[in-house]
C-alpha cells in the first residue's frame, strides 16, 4: 500500500505555535518538481485536548477561510491548553480558483472521504485527513457556507448519531458555538468529512453561515466567535464564552417536503427573503421562461409551514437545483433589550481583538 506524498512542515508534538505548510508533491505544467503548499497552524501547550479547525471543504465558501486566517494570528498560547490545529483552506486548489471543487481533478472533497494515498490530488488530500490528523483529534469543526450558489441563514449543526452518548456530545458542542440558529441533521453521510469524522467517534460540527460567494460582517463575527466558543466548550481555550445575541433558535429541516426543488429552468422570481415564516401554499417564487416574452411563469408553492433557511442564489435556474429550504422552527427566539444587546456587542467586541 502505497504511503500517503503528503508531509507536515511542523511538529504535531512540540509546544508553542507554529506555522508552516502541509506539502503534497504535484508535478504539473508549469512547475515539474512543485508541490501544493497548503498553510496550516498549531497552537499547543501542555497537554488537554485536540481541536482540528477547517474551512474551504468546499473552495468557494468564505467564512471558515477568513475566521481561521484571523485565529492564526493569536500570540496568547498561555491561553491555550492542549492543541489546535487550524487549516483555514483545507481543499486548497478549490480554494485558490474560487470554485466548489477542486480545478485539478474535479473531485468535490466532501465526497470522497476516506480518499486514496494513490489517488488524485483531492483524494490524497483526503487521506491525510483520515489517517494522520483526524487519529489524534478529539474535537472537529468544520466551517461552510453556501458558497456561490447557496445563501443560508447562519446556523451550527450536528448529526443523529447510532451512539446516542457521542451525538449528545456532538450536539452539547454545536449548541455551544452559538450560532444564531441550530439544527441536528438527519441524512445519509456517505463519502462525506463529517462521516469519517464521526466514524472514529469524535466530537463534529458543521456550519452553514451564509454563502452567495461572500462574506459580510456579520457572518464572519458568527464564525469567529463560533470558533472561540468551540474551544473554550472543548476545555482548550481559556475564557468566556459568548453567546448570539438573541440565543440559538433551534430548526428541524428533516422532513423530506423541506427541500423545494426546481421542476422548470428560467429565471427566478423571488417572493420571499431568507428568515421570512410561510405558510404552506404560500408563492414562494415564479421562474419565467428566458426562450421567448409572453409566456405564463411556473409558480412554486411552499410545500410546508415555516421559516426560509435556505436560498438559490444565481437568478438563473436549472431543472433540479434547490430552490429553497424551509425549515421548522422548533424553539422561538429569546427577546431582549436593546440594553442587553449593546451590552452583548461591547463583550465581544472586548473579547475579538486578536
Given at each position: 500500500?502505497?504511503?500517503?506524498?503528503?508531509?507536515?512542515?511542523?511538529?504535531?508534538?512540540?509546544?508553542?505555535?507554529?506555522?508552516?505548510?502541509?506539502?503534497?508533491?504535484?508535478s504539473r505544467n508549469d512547475s515539474a518538481w512543485?508541490?501544493?503548499?497548503?498553510?496550516?497552524?498549531?497552537?499547543?501547550?501542555?497537554?488537554?485536548?485536540?481541536?482540528?479547525?477547517?474551512?474551504?471543504?468546499?473552495?468557494d465558501e468564505y467564512e471558515g477561510p477568513v475566521?481561521?486566517?484571523?485565529?492564526?494570528?493569536?500570540?496568547?498560547?498561555?491561553?491555550?491548553?492542549?492543541?489546535?490545529?487550524?487549516?483555514?483552506?483545507?481543499?486548497?486548489?478549490?480554494?485558490?480558483?474560487?470554485?466548489?471543487?477542486?480545478?485539478?481533478?474535479?473531485?468535490?472533497?466532501?465526497?470522497?472521504?476516506?480518499?486514496?494515498?494513490?489517488?488524485?490530488?483531492?483524494?490524497?488530500?483526503?487521506?491525510?485527513?483520515?489517517?494522520?490528523?483526524?487519529?489524534?483529534?478529539?474535537?472537529?469543526?468544520?466551517?461552510?457556507?453556501?458558497?456561490?450558489?447557496?445563501?443560508?441563514?447562519?446556523?451550527?449543526?450536528?448529526?443523529?448519531?447510532?451512539?446516542?452518548?457521542?451525538?449528545?456530545?456532538?450536539?452539547?458542542?454545536?449548541?455551544?458555538?452559538?450560532?444564531?440558529?441550530?439544527?441536528?441533521?438527519?441524512?445519509?453521510?456517505?463519502?462525506?468529512?463529517?462521516?469519517?469524522?464521526?466514524?472514529?467517534?469524535?466530537?463534529?460540527?458543521?456550519?452553514?453561515?451564509?454563502?452567495?460567494?461572500?462574506?459580510?460582517?456579520?457572518?464572519?463575527?458568527?464564525?469567529?466567535?463560533?470558533?472561540?466558543?468551540?474551544?473554550?466548550?472543548?476545555?482548550?481555550?481559556?475564557?468566556?464564552?459568548?453567546?448570539?445575541?438573541?440565543?440559538?433558535?433551534?430548526?428541524?429541516?428533516?422532513?423530506?417536503?423541506?427541500?423545494?426543488?426546481?421542476?422548470?429552468?428560467?429565471?427566478?422570481?423571488?417572493?420571499?427573503?431568507?428568515?421570512?415564516?410561510?405558510?404552506?401554499?404560500?408563492?414562494?417564487?415564479?421562474?419565467?421562461?428566458?426562450?421567448?416574452?409572453?409566456?405564463?411563469?411556473?409558480?412554486?408553492?411552499?410545500?410546508?409551514?415555516?421559516?426560509?433557511?435556505?436560498?438559490?442564489?444565481?437568478?438563473?435556474?436549472?431543472?433540479?437545483?434547490?430552490?429553497?429550504?424551509?425549515?421548522?422552527?422548533?424553539?422561538?427566539?429569546?427577546?431582549?433589550?436593546?440594553?442587553?444587546?449593546?451590552?452583548?456587542?461591547?463583550?465581544?467586541?472586548?473579547?475579538?481583538?486578536?
Amino acid at each position: 500500500m502505497r504511503k500517503n506524498p503528503i508531509s507536515a512542515s511542523i511538529d504535531f508534538e512540540q509546544d508553542g505555535i507554529q506555522h508552516g505548510f502541509l506539502k503534497l508533491p504535484y508535478s504539473r505544467n508549469d512547475s515539474a518538481w512543485g508541490a501544493i503548499m497548503i498553510p496550516i497552524v498549531q497552537f499547543k501547550r501542555g497537554n488537554g485536548p485536540t481541536a482540528l479547525i477547517t474551512g474551504a471543504n468546499h473552495g468557494d465558501e468564505y467564512e471558515g477561510p477568513v475566521a481561521l486566517y484571523n485565529f492564526a494570528l493569536r500570540q496568547d498560547i498561555e491561553q491555550f491548553n492542549g492543541r489546535v490545529i487550524v487549516i483555514p483552506a483545507m481543499n486548497y486548489p478549490a480554494f485558490l480558483s474560487a470554485t466548489r471543487v477542486s480545478p485539478i481533478d474535479n473531485l468535490n472533497m466532501n465526497r470522497i472521504f476516506p480518499g486514496r494515498a494513490d489517488g488524485s490530488v483531492t483524494q490524497q488530500i483526503a487521506d491525510y485527513f483520515s489517517n494522520t490528523l483526524l487519529p489524534i483529534a478529539d474535537y472537529v469543526l468544520d466551517i461552510h457556507s453556501g458558497g456561490k450558489t447557496l445563501d443560508f441563514l447562519p446556523f451550527a449543526a450536528y448529526h443523529s448519531l447510532p451512539d446516542r452518548e457521542q451525538e449528545a456530545r456532538c450536539a452539547a458542542a454545536a449548541r455551544a458555538f452559538s450560532a444564531p440558529y441550530f439544527i441536528k441533521l438527519v441524512e445519509d453521510t456517505g463519502g462525506m468529512y463529517d462521516h469519517q469524522v464521526e466514524s472514529m467517534g469524535k466530537v463534529f460540527v458543521s456550519t452553514e453561515l451564509g454563502g452567495s460567494g461572500t462574506t459580510s460582517p456579520n457572518s464572519i463575527a458568527i464564525a469567529k466567535r463560533g470558533v472561540d466558543n468551540f474551544l473554550i466548550h472543548a476545555g482548550i481555550l481559556n475564557g468566556e464564552s459568548i453567546e448570539s445575541p438573541d440565543g440559538s433558535i433551534e430548526l428541524d429541516m428533516n422532513a423530506g417536503e423541506s427541500y423545494l426543488l426546481a421542476q422548470h429552468n428560467g429565471l427566478v422570481d423571488p417572493f420571499v427573503n431568507l428568515g421570512d415564516h410561510v405558510k404552506k401554499g404560500d408563492l414562494l417564487a415564479r421562474v419565467h421562461s428566458t426562450e421567448r416574452t409572453g409566456e405564463k411563469p411556473f409558480e412554486y408553492f411552499a410545500p410546508r409551514d415555516g421559516v426560509i433557511l435556505t436560498r438559490h442564489v444565481p437568478s438563473l435556474i436549472k431543472m433540479g437545483d434547490c430552490v429553497f429550504v424551509i425549515a421548522e422552527v422548533v424553539t422561538e427566539p429569546v427577546t431582549r433589550t436593546v440594553a442587553e444587546v449593546a451590552g452583548f456587542l461591547n463583550k465581544y467586541a472586548k473579547n475579538n481583538r486578536h
